[in-house]
């Protein structure tokens, strides 16, 4: 009996006219590690939630066929019993800890699943030591690095014995040690314990080669179930779902003023040195790539460029006028438009209503995002909202753009699609700098790097996907 | 402690008890960890304006100190017991919010809830939820904040601000909704439910209990006494008895110590 499986299963959220999943049929066995490829809105994360019951029970809709786990039919279960067979890590860690400790939140799903308390701090313990947290047991959630909630979310649901491990978009907010770290967990998970693991990922660099099938979908459908070698040749047609071969980087940028300078920077945040010491000029016409591990200052080095976070020490400077593009692009939806998202910076600006208008169109359609002007910022998907979070801050011309790890969320081609508009904002002039875990992102977009690591820069070099991942 | 600093403040009349539980609830708040600010604007902002407002809307005591054009609704003839009773009202809230912000920063939301959760546990789920979320609001609200300063909007008008809570409750819900989704994934609301053994006390937890219940001991006699009973009106009378001077400096002493142990690192 399969692990997972899923018999002509099609479905259609509530809100959405066309189908989310169409006539999907596939089977994920015992011990198999499984790579879940496709554009955004290709269906992905509703398979994912289908599979735990979620989608309808808790997102609505309507469901047809039938998906089985661990022999459990979603229809007639509900999420809670099926969390004993089947796990799901959602993309945002944050958005899952729901306890204060790490060691309460490994024990949050076996109290739910009603076991003897006796057994519940063995199991939980037992669980961060599979996912490689043990170390933390003792700490409080709030102060893990991206990559150490990611583990405890891990282990929060290997906690409850789950034969299957289904990860959304695992790697899209760690740094490069912290994905290898992630794969090398998820191995051992599949070769040790003969857990089936499922992984929906944009960045399959690391999981392509190794995983036993990839599965590639499109509007819904399956279009691709082989091993890797055999998937490699059926999307030939789509690079962009392909892991991407290290890119040889573009010339440096012709010498010009800086756009944007720290000096000596320093800053405190709580207990931590954020900056420590920090200096780096940012060229205009340039992309500089700032890199580094989860934690180690390149935020705080982002606002305190832009002016949006005081120093404790040193100076920060940048000429004209500055755009910064946060990590969460949820932040910057504060109108019921699109299209007034991105024209509120320029009314701010005071320019006039006309031109205003103009700047704002010409804006969503360079982000391709012209057929969603009238739409509500929060109905877009991850993808598209971050394409309209850096459209409201360009359509402000500012002389230095500041983007925050730009591609989480985004699928290949429109990563592709980015690499040509950061590139345009340099060749129009603006100095841009690409605070970013992407490596091959990076390795495309850049022309130069600052590395980072416990809030003090490493000299300036033009980057290598070694160098990155370094 | 911070109980026993909030039924002090809201209980006990006494202007030197609403003073020990304000200096109490500052320095149990100064030992939280940040952010704290936050907390300590709302306090001292709320304390404010009840002080503000009280001689304006109270038409008691006889030692008047100026007296006003007259206006409707509003008392213009201010006294120094009104001035007195308000000084003391607003102590009250701010003492209570400093122990609420202390409360929120220092309590260990999981042994709360495991206490709570045998006698009801959805309650106490939602309120340990709640203390486990404020600080994500805090970042979001940050970082919204930040969004609209970099585009140019000029965050510190009342209408920007208000304007921008719209956004904040949005991503509340949404965040909410992503948690609720995680709870049920990991089987939060089954048929069945058990709980890991509460761990025990640590030697610090121990001296911190000990500290709070001999505050709240001392703040409890007061109210029982009535040792802690004040006159504003007509005329004020005398705070200064050696009851309400022993009890206030007692809670300072012990808030001061409480505080002391929190930061203590051996």
Not at chain 1, 13 to 37: F, K, S, T
Request: net charge neutral; proline share 6%; aromatic share 4%.
């Amino acid at each position: 009996m399969a692990a997972l499986s899923f018999e002509g299963v099609s479905h259609r959220y509530a809100a959405d006219g066309r189908p989310a999943l169409q006539d999907v049929d596939l089977a994920i066995e015992h011990g198999e590690l499984v790579l879940l490829v496709g554009e955004s809105g290709s269906g992905k994360s509703t398979l994912l939630r289908a599979a735990l019951g979620l989608v309808p029970r808790f997102h609505g809709g309507e469901l047809h066929g039938r998906v089985r786990v661990g022999g459990l039919d979603t229809r007639r279960h509900r999420p809670g019993e099926l969390a004993r067979h089947a796990g799901l890590v959602f993309q945002d860690p944050e958005a899952q800890i729901v306890s204060s400790g790490v060691l309460a939140e490994a024990a949050f799903g076996l109290e739910n699943l009603g076991v003897e308390p006796a057994e519940i701090r063995p199991r939980a313990l037992a669980a961060l030591r599979m996912a490689g947290a043990e170390h933390l047991a003792g700490r409080t959630t709030r102060t893990l690095s991206g990559g150490e909630r990611q583990r405890v979310a891990i282990a929060s649901v290997l906690a409850m014995g789950p034969r299957v491990l289904l990860l959304d978009e695992p790697t899209s907010q760690l740094d490069p040690a912290a994905a290898d770290e992630l794969l090398r967990t998820l191995l051992d998970l599949r070769d040790r314990h003969g857990i089936a693991v499922v992984v929906a990922e944009h960045r399959t660099e690391r999981l392509f080669d190794v995983a036993d099938r990839v599965v590639a979908m499109r509007a819904g459908e399956i279009v691709v179930d082989a091993p890797p070698a055999g998937a490699r040749r059926a999307l030939s047609g789509q690079p962009w779902l392909l892991p991407r071969a290290p890119s040889t980087p573009p010339p440096a940028a012709a010498p010009a003023h800086p756009a944007g300078q720290l000096t000596h920077a320093s800053k405190r945040l709580g207990t931590t040195q954020a900056l420590d010491d920090a200096s780096a000029a940012f060229e205009r016409g340039a992309v500089t790539a700032v890199t580094g591990p989860n934690g180690a200052g390149k935020t705080t080095l982002a606002l305190a460029l832009c002016g949006l976070m005081g120093l404790d020490g040193g100076s920060a400077a940048h000429r004209g006028r500055a755009g910064y593009v946060a990590q969460d692009p949820g932040a910057y939806l504060l109108h019921d438009t699109a299209f007034e998202e991105v024209e509120y910076g320029l009314a701010n600006l005071g320019v006039p209503e006309p031109l205003r208008r103009a700047r704002a169109e010409a804006e969503l359609e360079r982000f391709d995002l012209a057929w969603a002007a009238a739409e509500h910022p929060r109905d877009l998907s991850s993808g598209e909202r971050q394409r309209l979070a850096i459209a409201s801050v360009t359509a402000m011309r500012p002389d230095l753009v500041v983007l925050d790890e730009p591609t989480r969320g985004v699928d290949g081609r429109r990563k592709q699609a980015l690499c040509g508009l950061v590139r345009g904002l340099a060749a129009d002039g603006a100095g841009v700098v690409v605070v970013s875990h992407d490596a091959p992102f990076v390795a495309d977009v850049a022309t130069a790097a600052v590395a980072m690591a416990d809030g003090r820069i490493a000299p300036r070099a033009v980057p290598t996907t070694e160098a990155v991942h370094a | 402690m911070t109980g026993a600093v909030g039924i002090a403040a809201i209980t006990l009349d006494n202007p030197l008890w609403p003073t020990a539980a304000a200096l109490a609830g500052g320095l149990l708040l100064t030992a939280a960890g940040p952010p704290r600010r936050i907390y300590a604007a709302f306090a001292i902002l709320t304390g404010l304006t009840v002080f503000l407002l009280e001689p304006f809307v109270a038409v008691q005591g006889l030692t008047t100190l100026w007296r006003g054009p007259d206006i409707p609704i509003l008392d213009t003839q201010i006294t120094t017991e009104e001035l007195a009773y308000g000084a003391v009202a607003g102590l009250r809230i701010a003492a209570a919010a400093l122990a609420a912000g202390a409360f929120v920063r220092l309590a260990d939301s999981d042994l709360l809830l495991r206490a709570v959760a045998r006698v009801a546990p959805r309650s106490a789920m939602i309120a340990s939820l709640t203390t486990q979320m404020l600080p994500a609001l805090e970042r979001d609200a940050a970082g919204v904040l930040v969004a609209a300063r970099t585009r140019a909007a000029a965050v510190s008008r009342p209408g920007t601000a208000a304007r921008l809570t719209g956004p904040l409750v949005g991503m509340s819900l949404e965040r909410a909704l992503a948690v609720a989704e995680a709870m049920e994934a990991r089987g939060y609301a089954g048929p069945t439910r058990s709980a890991a053994p509460v761990r025990g006390l640590s030697a610090r937890e121990r001296v911190l209990t000990l500290l709070g219940t001999a505050a709240l001991a001392i703040v409890l006699v007061t109210v029982a006494t009535g040792a802690g009973d004040y006159r504003y009106f007509d005329l004020l009378g005398d705070p200064w008895t050696p009851a309400a001077i022993a009890g206030a400096a007692g809670l300072a002493v012990l808030a001061a110590a409480f505080a002391w142990v929190v930061r203590w690192r051996p």
